[in-house]
């Protein structure tokens, strides 16, 4: 629920990368926070958010980040993200709302049943379905949210205002929300995010061995550039990702597989009609796709 | 070898589609060619791309626009450039010269040697690496072949005078050319473009399955939506390049496949440090291909 000039009051961001940063460019813009308080390992980077006006100030600490914030924002890699919640569950003000960013939502909801006793109703899971393939506070774009979907995955327990405080705080960022269960969520991620970053990083070696590779690499176009592209994402979050949501991720390299193996044998058995028409049903489905679209190229702007 | 100043006389177009329509669109800015007469089945298309000033005139008669042209440029499917051989045999003036764009060589070369007896030497087999996956003359741009690679596999037997003047029709139309062996470009317009494809193909049914459909159309993003515009590509062409280059791109699906396989088994094994090593080995290629290119966002540009 919108409460469109009520502040949304001090909102710590543990992770001020990409999608932390670009937070913070964002909410800065919407002159509804208070204090943006920044926290990470890389004083450079700290530094470069402080600079660019994105932080009031910034800390290594992340228990001093959380105790000081309503918002607690945790845009972390999956793996610090669970890492960091038993100290969430020390630090964090009764009233305050804790959240997050991570394109898998099961796996971090268990670690937060286990490590948050009472303030797993403060903890309103989200992923904003946004970004781009650079890393750090340098890549932040105020607009990384503009008409955007996050998602919201609240549980049974989690309380109803800190999902409307997480709400207001997304759309003050210039995004849409959406509500989606744990499961469907990671399900539908896998479909659209995991396994298209899988294919990307599952051709890239291929050009390392192919012969004439400096042919290959001074002539990639075609496709392989754009895919590549996907493959340049942030190894760290990526290796996480596909970790958390391992049997959703790997049922779909499964079907995957499968579909390759159809196309070849279409090839091999030169089957013209039907390779038409799979190409064509491609086709449709693609401009089907742009239909439902905001106007955008890519998903990376 | 270019020659500046001198004009390129008639230009015949056999195909006036999205690389045909951009070459006559290329050609008319240079004001290196004399005529540029267009030829195909669409009567809707042809005109068109008579009023936008591509073309003199068209006709539905290949042999018309064959035996007219001082260059006669085979722009159609594959399928479609084979089947026209026999009749270009018969219709070429003794000292034209035929080329193509097709994406697959070997395989076009090995029908010319066959349905072309003396006009054989005349035949420049090429390839533009470029494009987009937009279809017809509608699509057709003056600058699509700007600073792109055209790839000329001329054989043994090819007349140097007819590989000249095609260099610099290609040339006048913007493009940098480079010689490649037959075979060599069939393996690496396997990896750089064909495989990619396969790829992308291979995706797009998965999401017509996928339950909540609805989500994943709506959500598309986080890489789906820019696989899927390589997937978008015109079927009837791409049937042709996979067909006609089928040893190859099996024998790189079959290679995928691989290390599609080795991703699953580390997933499996929740193998952390290898996959993170895998994304940024990946990343640090996408790099060096980058630096190695012309300023250019996209293959698709």
């Given at each position: 629920?919108?409460r469109?000039?009520?502040?949304?009051?001090?909102?710590?961001?543990?992770?001020?990368?990409?999608?932390?940063?670009?937070?913070?460019?964002?909410?800065?813009?919407?002159?509804?926070?208070?204090?943006?308080?920044g926290?990470?390992?890389?004083?450079?980077?700290?530094?470069?958010?402080?600079?660019?006006?994105?932080?009031?100030?910034?800390?290594h600490?992340?228990?001093?980040?959380a105790?000081?914030?309503?918002?607690?924002?945790?845009?972390?890699?999956?793996?610090?993200?669970?890492?960091?919640?038993?100290?969430?569950?020390?630090?964090?003000?009764?009233?305050?709302?804790?959240?997050?960013?991570?394109?898998?939502?099961?796996?971090?909801?268990?670690?937060?049943?286990?490590?948050?006793?009472?303030?797993?109703?403060?903890?309103?899971?989200?992923?904003?379905?946004?970004?781009?393939?650079?890393?750090?506070?340098?890549?932040?774009?105020?607009?990384?949210?503009?008409?955007?979907?996050?998602?919201?995955?609240?549980?049974?327990?989690?309380?109803?205002d800190?999902?409307?405080?997480?709400?207001?705080?997304?759309?003050?960022?210039?995004?849409?929300?959406?509500?989606?269960?744990?499961?469907?969520?990671?399900?539908?991620?896998?479909?659209?995010?995991?396994?298209?970053?899988?294919?990307?990083?599952?051709?890239?070696?291929?050009?390392?061995?192919?012969?004439?590779r400096?042919?290959?690499?001074?002539?990639?176009?075609?496709g392989f550039?754009?895919?590549?592209?996907?493959?340049?994402?942030?190894?760290?979050?990526?290796?996480?990702?596909?970790?958390?949501?391992?049997?959703?991720?790997?049922?779909?390299?499964?079907?995957?597989?499968?579909?390759?193996?159809?196309?070849?044998?279409?090839?091999?058995?030169?089957?013209?009609?039907?390779?038409?028409?799979?190409?064509?049903?491609?086709?449709?489905?693609?401009?089907?796709?742009?239909?439902?679209?905001?106007?955008?190229?890519?998903?990376?702007?």
């Amino acid at each position: 629920m919108e409460r469109p000039h009520q502040s949304l009051g001090t909102v710590s961001i543990i992770g001020v990368g990409l999608i932390g940063g670009s937070l913070a460019s964002a909410l800065r813009d919407s002159g509804r926070v208070d204090t943006i308080i920044g926290c990470g390992r890389s004083a450079a980077n700290l530094d470069y958010a402080l600079d660019l006006g994105l932080l009031d100030h910034w800390t290594h600490d992340p228990e001093e980040a959380a105790s000081a914030g309503d918002i607690v924002m945790l845009a972390t890699p999956i793996s610090a993200v669970i890492g960091l919640m038993p100290l969430m569950e020390q630090a964090l003000r009764p009233s305050a709302v804790l959240t997050d960013v991570s394109s898998v939502k099961r796996s971090v909801t268990l670690a937060a049943r286990s490590s948050l006793e009472r303030r797993f109703p403060r903890f309103v899971p989200g992923h904003p379905v946004a970004g781009s393939e650079k890393s750090g506070a340098s890549a932040a774009k105020a607009d990384l949210f503009q008409n955007h979907w996050v998602i919201l995955s609240p549980l049974a327990e989690t309380d109803e205002d800190a999902v409307d405080l997480v709400t207001d705080m997304w759309v003050a960022a210039g995004a849409r929300t959406r509500l989606m269960e744990e499961a469907l969520h990671d399900q539908v991620l896998g479909m659209i995010s995991h396994l298209p970053h899988v294919v990307a990083y599952a051709l890239m070696p291929l050009l390392g061995t192919q012969t004439a590779r400096d042919d290959c690499m001074t002539l990639a176009a075609g496709g392989f550039y754009d895919i590549s592209r996907i493959a340049s994402s942030d190894p760290v979050m990526w290796r996480d990702i596909l970790l958390h949501n391992g049997p959703v991720v790997r049922d779909l390299i499964a079907k995957y597989q499968g579909m390759l193996g159809e196309l070849d044998r279409l090839i091999e058995s030169a089957d013209g009609p039907r390779l038409e028409s799979w190409f064509a049903n491609a086709r449709e489905l693609r401009n089907a796709i742009q239909e439902l679209r905001p106007s955008r190229k890519s998903d990376f702007e």
